[in-house]
């Protein structure tokens, strides 16, 4: 009898209404394709080389489980990010992690989505953003991190290559909490330089998705090691380059041709230079991509030697000597084996030891050749390392004794470094009780371990230390006789400003790689009198969209006026670390 009723009941208009849609739509879903031209805010905006990255990047994340966008420098990754994070949220209905660096946070990611994206930022969205520093954070985000990884579906991560180290130190390692975070997520990497100083960065990087699993490509790719694989594409490098590899030194040109030929690197990363895409528009029919014309670099003329006189004499006897420079056998102590020890020589560990001394030396020549200011910080940084170690590992009377003696003979240096760094590093430290302490703090000599003397020819190494120590004692002293109205390069720079057509009334931006060089520039350019001075660096702790509204507010929705209403300044000339 229920069977019957249900087949002759009387249905309402509307239950007949409703059936007939149903029966009508049954066989047509929206397809991706009609989402992305019918209801994308985003998708109409994309270039088509864009468009092709995003596409690219959806295939390789659902066959692989994560994907690389490394595209070049201003070719728009974060519209493609804000691509991905419409699609996955509101057509696929899947729950996005969006992990950022802090400094980018508000004036990239937070302003876009706002501006194109409305909808999605704020609450009841299953859009989340958080930084990259927030993995690393305790109290409530415990609880909230853990919440993150259990409803997260996608993770996207933007300037990825910061999670490509591993640490021994598992519960504060940005590695290993993205290790946690994208288990069992498809991730997808967004950065410029997934490769820094080792082709092994790209592994680690992989491993996020891979979660340490060696044969992950197996069935895929017929890799069955992934570090094996990066090991053998080490090795060719090597041998491409008749010889090691220094650690940190990454030939460009034999590395980029490596990894063109490799079937891994192939399948996960998409990366277009500006020639290609230039070229690939043109090709596909679509609008012509516009690039500033970057003109051919100009060169003002300085001199080196008027800059640093006596100074680059000293530097140069100093790399004249049998032992280059610095021994610094803080970081090489195998190279002073006990001569009773018996314990095998550990050729792997000596060759890298010896390289991060030449690593050192390099990095002091490029700082000498950056400013005065930039070779004076490395000189105190490194005294008071070396003063460190030496403590630390000065145990017998003789060498208590000797220590002391040098301490007395530089006490006016020492004093001399504190109020230097102080002047150029010390904002808000002028009344820190702990300024009047020692030179060497309790934390610097937590960083170092005493050698076994049964294994190391300590007091050999303490000599050379007090040597080492002497000669980076010549070179400060002769620094604070440095004035800035001796160095060149500071005043070709400042007549550029002052007189160059173009420079002299325009908007300027100057890179340094050093800190110290930035914020010496900033200072001596002030005194100069050039107006209109701003200065940023990873110390600085004013917010970054701050600074760049006030160097281009035009690009980030203000204006001059704007401006000048929030009681801030327009800035002219902008110094940065790049």
Known sequence: LKVMERQIRHYLPFEVYAKALQAYFSNYEETAGDW???????YPILDQYQRDGYGALLKIGGKYG???LCDGVGLGKTFVGLMLIERLVKFERKKVLLIVPKSGREPVWESSLRRYLPELFGDFSNLVVINHTDLQRNGDWVEKLQRLKEQADVIIVDEAHHFRNPSTKKETSRYWQMQGMAK???????TATPINNRLIDLQHLIEH???REPGHFKDTLGIHSLPGHFRKLEKELAKRMGGDLIQGELPGVETTDLLSQDSLFRELVVQRSRAYVKQ???AAGAKEA????REAPKVAEYSVKKTYGKLLVMLEKAFNKKQPLFTLPMYYPLAYPNPNATVATDDFEENRQKQVVGLIRILFLKRFESSASAFESSCQQLLK???AFVQVNSTTKHELAALERWRIHQEELIGSVQRRQNDLFGEGLEDDPEQDEDIVSEEMLANFEALDRNLFDVPQILSESLQDLNQIAEFLNELRQFKPSQDNKLQALIKLLKTEPVLKKHKVMIFSEFMATARYLAKELGKAGIKGIDQIDSATKRSRSDVIRQFAPYYNGMNSQELADKGHSETRV????D
């Open 36 to 42: 992305e031209r019918k209801q994308s805010r985003m």
């Open 66 to 68: 994560g994907a690389f």
């Open 184 to 190: 069992g997520k498809q991730v997808f990497m967004l």
């Open 209 to 211: 998705f891979t979660q």
């Open 280 to 282: 690939s528009q043109i």
């Open 290 to 293: 516009m690039f500033p014309k």
């Open 385 to 387: 390392k070396v003063l």
């Open 574 to 577: 902008l110094i940065a670390t």
